[in-house]
């Protein structure tokens, strides 16, 4: 389409020549006066036409119609290949973040991620439409070069030393642009992670008056990548600035040589100076579209090296079929280390269908780490963790995670309403009984009808505060709509009052027997009824056993159970 628009143009530039020479002698010249550009008005006498004003002007407005068309198309096409190209970006960016491992996740700093998948990703956008529209002011380029050629060679030598001329003084602002991008997107990603971390600890950094600090850091960053913005700028607008008074010099040159030196006419020193004129100006277009790409640049970089991290850390989605739990999950001889943290040694632990485990010990002993190993997020060492006797990394992970309800110290709850919280947008926005009957198994029933809206109360960002007892029994509520298979509750008590704790004990019970619990509990109490607990100790030491025989056998444990009570 660039090639359609820069031939069009050219002809319609040409038909100038015979108009010229109509005007100023009354009849049109022909042969080598007009250059090699004669052969379109010969094909024009040739299909019947009189080579007269009329038709002259009737071809040059079709040659610039066509241009207009050619164009439209061309824009619009433009248009649609970068939006196609932007969406490609973001779902397989995205695709690759969901299908990436948990171990990969925790690695990645949050605003890489953040600042990738969103600003990233525009820029990355506008480098590709820069990138085209730099074809396509090339494709020009060759085409106005050639017409040029035909018209009148010598001028076509001039055009390629004035293109060479100005690519060196370009060469130096091309350079400097693509340092200031790179540093760019470097600081947008420290940006967006200090922002995400100043929104996420709001409430710590405020109340103790570190918020101040934290700005502060987050305007350094700012006011750093406003520098190099304002670098690209100020490169960006010398390469505008030098680009019409290059153009001109070049043609004034050009037109001094032809008249002074080669004693050229008038006309066709016309002619080759309209494509002069066009072609330089695409030369100067494509060096603005290469500074503004460079100016992108480092986000390219960014992005790639970004999904090539996520590329290698994606998890494999198993092969072996799961369609819920029959029996049993057999941990044995587990071993887990971060780096070279021993973290678990040898654990084995047998969990039949049904049972409820409790999961005890002191802060970072890995009660977090063996959740993650038996929801096979992480993967163990040496050792194996089966699920009915299939190894539970060759399981396909998302039929198995969907028979896992979770529920985290930090309860989520999504910006929604009670209803989509604990239904997740499943579709069943008409149907509230079955939200209610989970509601009520965690014992959230009665605060939710409480609430101003019921169901519909909105929650979450934009809505209500909850309070973290709250939050987790909504979030105790969703894991039991979903009607999982495997509950683990990771420190599920730990926000709650002891009246809400007693309620939701009570829960565990009632649930106990039911589905297979997995409890991490600080408070020992709250396992005093399960069927086992996993008590770690700092370092991969560990006892399994019943509540009243750890009693009897771990000093450790007795001693934990004292403190507590008292
Ligand atoms: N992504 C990680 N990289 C390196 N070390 C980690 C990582 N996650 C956890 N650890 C370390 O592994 C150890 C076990 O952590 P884990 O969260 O499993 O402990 P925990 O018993 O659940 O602790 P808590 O009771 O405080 O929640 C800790 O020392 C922790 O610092």
Known sequence: ?????????????????????????????????????????????????????????????????????????????????????????????????????????????????????SSEVVRVNQAYLNYFQLLQYLVMTIVYAVLAYLANPRFAAIVVVGGLLSNVAFKWINRTTRAA???????????????????????????????????????????????QQRRIGLMNAV??????????????TAIFVQLMVFGEGIGLIILSLLFFY????????????????????????????????????????GSKPFTGLRDRIEVSHLDFRYRD?????????????????????????GKTTLVNLVTALLQPAAGMIRVDGVDVTEIVKEDYRRRIGYVTQEAQVFSGTIHDNVALWDGSDKNDEPVWEALRLAHAAEFVRSLPDGISTRIG????????????????????????????????????????????Q???DHLAGTLTLIVIAH????????????????????????????????????????????
């Open 1 to 117: 389409m660039s090639l359609l628009v820069a031939i069009m143009d050219g002809f319609g530039l040409a038909m100038f020549l015979p108009l010229l020479q109509l005007v100023s002698n009354g009849s049109m010249a022909t042969g080598e006066r007009t250059g090699e550009m004669g052969f379109i008005l010969e094909h024009i006498e040739a299909i019947g036409f009189r080579p007269d004003l009329t038709t002259v002007l009737l071809f040059l407005l079709m040659f610039f119609t066509l241009k207009g068309v050619a164009r439209f198309g061309l824009d619009y096409y433009r248009v649609i290949l970068q939006q196609r190209f932007a969406n490609a970006l973001r779902l397989r960016n995205l695709n690759l973040l969901v299908g990436a491992s948990y171990g990969k996740f925790a690695d990645a700093h949050s605003g890489t991620i953040q600042n990738t998948l």
């Open 181 to 227: 991008s790179s540093a760019i997107s470097r600081g947008m990603n420290v940006y967006q992670g200090l922002l995400i971390e100043s929104v996420a600890s709001f409430k710590y950094l405020k109340a103790t008056g570190l918020l101040e600090r934290f700005s502060r850091k987050v305007s350094t960053t700012i006011r750093e990548a406003e520098a």
């Open 239 to 252: 390469t505008y600035a030098v680009r019409e008074p290059l153009i001109v010099l070049v043609v004034v």
């Open 278 to 317: 066009r072609a330089l100006t695409s030369i100067t277009a494509v060096q603005s579209c290469y500074n503004q790409f460079l100016g992108y640049s480092g986000s390219i970089g960014n992005l790639i090296a970004f999904t090539e991290e996520m590329k290698g850390g994606q998890e494999p989605p």
């Open 341 to 365: 943290k021993q973290v678990l040694k040898d654990l084995s632990v047998q969990i039949n269908k049904y049972d409820t485990i409790g999961i005890a010990g002191e802060s970072g002993s």
């Open 461 to 504: 960002i934009n809505g209500i505060n909850l309070s973290g007892g709250q939050r987790q029994r909504i979030a105790i509520a969703r894991e039991l709509y979903r009607k999982v298979d495997i509950l683990i509750l990771d420190e599920a008590t730990s926000a709650l009052d002891s009246q809400s704790e007693k309620l939701i």
């Open 506 to 508: 009570d829960n565990i």
């Open 523 to 566: 408070r020992l109490s709250t396992l005093r009824k399960v069927d086992k607990i996993v008590f770690l100790r700092v370092g991969g030491d560990h006892e399994v056993d019943t509540f009243a025989n750890l009693l009897k056998s771990s000093g450790d444990f007795r001693k934990m159970v004292a403190l507590q009570a008292v």
